[in-house]
C-alpha cells in the first residue's frame, strides 16, 4: 500500500517531466512510474503531505503553503472515490467518469494548469485506456 494525496493521481495525468526543481521532479517522476505500472496497488488516501511533497519547496517544516488550495482537491476526490483506500486502476476508472467541467474547476486554480498538459493528459484518459 502507497500514501498517496488523491490530487497527485490529476497531476499524473500532466506530468511531462516539468517542476519546481531536478530533486522534486525526479522524486514525482519515480513514484508517479511505480503507481501507473502497478494497476492493482493499492493506495491510502490522504490529506496530509505524502512522498511526493516531501521534496516540493512548498513544504516547510512539514506543512504546505498550498495545503488550502490543495486538501480541496484531495477531500473532494476522497469523497468522489467514496473510500480512503482504493486501487490504481479502479481510482482512474473513476477519474475517467469525471466531468471535464468538474476537472478544469478542480485543477484551474494550479499554477501548471496554464500549461495545457493536464486537461490534455485528462482528454486522453477519457479516450483510451490508462491499463491495458
Not at 2 to 19: D, E, I, Q, Y
Not at 33 to 52: A, G, N
Amino acid at each position: 500500500m502507497v500514501k498517496l494525496r488523491p490530487h497527485h493521481l490529476l497531476c499524473f495525468l500532466g506530468f511531462r517531466g516539468l517542476g519546481y526543481n531536478d530533486h522534486f521532479t525526479q522524486n514525482f517522476s519515480k513514484i508517479r512510474i511505480k503507481i501507473l505500472k502497478s494497476p492493482k496497488l493499492l493506495l491510502e488516501l490522504e490529506t496530509q503531505p505524502d512522498d511526493i511533497c516531501k521534496n516540493c519547496p512548498e513544504l516547510i517544516n512539514g506543512l504546505c503553503r498550498s495545503t488550502n488550495k490543495v486538501s480541496k482537491k484531495d477531500e473532494f476526490l476522497i469523497t468522489f472515490f467514496n473510500t480512503k483506500a482504493i486501487a490504481v486502476e479502479d481510482a482512474y476508472k473513476k477519474i475517467k467518469a469525471l466531468e471535464e467541467r468538474k476537472f478544469i474547476a478542480l485543477c484551474q486554480d494550479c499554477e501548471w494548469y496554464p500549461l495545457g498538459f493536464c486537461l490534455e493528459g485528462f482528454r486522453k484518459l477519457k479516450s483510451t485506456s490508462l491499463f491495458p
